[in-house]
Nanobody, 123 residues
């Protein structure tokens, strides 16, 4: 299983970025997908997760700190996960990781992790 995160960069406060995570080596549609982030000197924390079922479609979960500003989505045909981030704040600065697991959603014990992409928000 490989997860390749991309789309990070330097943006000013209030700006936007879209992160992508390309997945391979797994049946993407069966997996819950999540975004986590780790700021310097801090523990990795949950950002957002998206599940999928053929009968109910996608369900999403967000950390309180990003609700209303971040949107997680997935394209099962392209095996790609996205995180649209708007109204970015300096406290959003972190390395962002995508992750995949058959059952987990908000906790950090996902089975598979990408390499991370750095998001820096300048004040």
């Amino acid at each position: 299983v490989q997860l390749q995160a991309s789309g990070g960069g330097l943006v000013q406060t209030g700006g936007s970025l879209r992160l992508s995570c390309a997945a391979s080596g797994l049946t993407f549609s069966r997996y819950n997908m999540g975004w986590f982030r780790q700021a310097p000197g801090k523990e990795r924390e949950f950002v957002a997760a998206i599940t999928w079922s053929s009968w109910s479609g996608a369900s999403t979960l967000y950390a309180d700190s990003v609700k209303g500003r971040f949107t997680i989505s997935r394209d099962n045909a392209k095996k790609t996960l996205y995180l649209q981030m708007v109204s970015l704040k300096p406290e959003d600065t972190a390395v962002y990781y995508c992750a995949a697991d058959l059952t987990r959603s908000t906790d950090k014990e996902y089975a598979y992790w990408g390499q991370g992409t750095l998001v820096t928000v300048s004040s």
